[in-house]
Antibody, heavy 118, light 111 residues
Framework: QITLKESGPTLVKPTQTLTLTCTFSGFSVGAHKEGLGWLRQHPGKAPEWLAIIYWDDDKHYNPSLRNRLTIAKDTSKNHVVFTMTNMDPVDTATYYC??????????WGPGTLVTVSS | NFMLTQPPSVSGSPGETVTISCTRSSGNIAGFYVHWYQQRPGSAPITVIYEDNLRPSEVPDRFSGSFDTSSNSAFLTISGLKTEDEADYYCQSYDTTSPVVFGGGTKLTVL
């Protein structure tokens, strides 16, 4: 059974860097063809994908945010860490990590609301 | 880049059948899988249909997926509507340059 959970700050100041950790079980991000993604969702809007990392360390970033994003995996700890630099109030959203199976996200964490405010 | 367009809202009464469309702006709808997610308020999305028409085992068979190449659209059909089906529904697909594209979402109201 795959489970995921996001952790990190719920409040960050403008210009700060957001660091979120996804802790998961039921799969290994080092195993062949496994992947994990980060997404966010503004209230009343569709999810927006941010970054995906695969078992072979292949990484994909949303082109519109690419220069602000980093994703990295720690296979030994079953963690994936996501960072977004230069946070702005418009980045206030619920952030999700999700298991990537082929071309979809089949299991999602519960999400964590991140507020950007001074 | 392509877009997926969904109607903002649909509604139906308990027991009825509703269909939600997802129209692809460019690229062949049949060439790239479409997935459908259900999201209830305050919860994360869950998959109700994947790879066009496959249903996770935990999803009732009242949910089905299809596509039509003439309209370049995918469809989520929910039959025998229940109040618990009231939620937002999102389609998602991809292409060779965009690994993830979501539709704008459809709010289903069960009257």
């Amino acid at each position: 059974q795959i489970t995921l959970k996001e952790s990190g700050p719920t409040l960050v100041k403008p210009t700060q860097t957001l660091t979120l950790t996804c802790t998961f079980s039921g799969f290994s991000v080092g195993a062949h063809k496994e992947g994990l993604g980060w997404l966010r969702q503004h209230p009343g809007k569709a999810p927006e994908w941010l970054a995906i990392i695969y078992w072979d360390d292949d990484k994909h970033y949303n082109p519109s945010l690419r220069n602000r994003l980093t994703i990295a995996k720690d296979t030994s700890k079953n963690h994936v860490v996501f960072t977004m630099t230069n946070m702005d109030p418009v980045d206030t959203a619920t952030y999700y990590c999700a298991h990537r199976r082929r071309v979809r996200f089949d299991h999602w964490g519960p999400g964590t609301l991140v507020t950007v405010s001074s | 880049n392509f877009m997926l367009t969904q109607p903002p809202s649909v509604s139906g009464s308990p027991g009825e059948t509703v269909t939600i469309s997802c129209t692809r702006s460019s690229g062949n709808i049949a060439g790239f899988y479409v997935h459908w997610y259900q999201q209830r308020p305050g919860s994360a999305p869950i998959t109700v249909i994947y790879e066009d028409n496959l249903r996770p085992s935990e999803v009732p068979d009242r949910f089905s997926g299809s596509f039509d190449t003439s309209s370049n659209s995918a469809f989520l059909t929910i039959s025998g509507l229940k109040t618990e089906d009231e939620a937002d529904y999102y389609c998602q697909s991809y292409d060779t340059t965009s690994p993830v594209v979501f539709g704008g979402g459809t709010k289903l109201t069960v009257l």
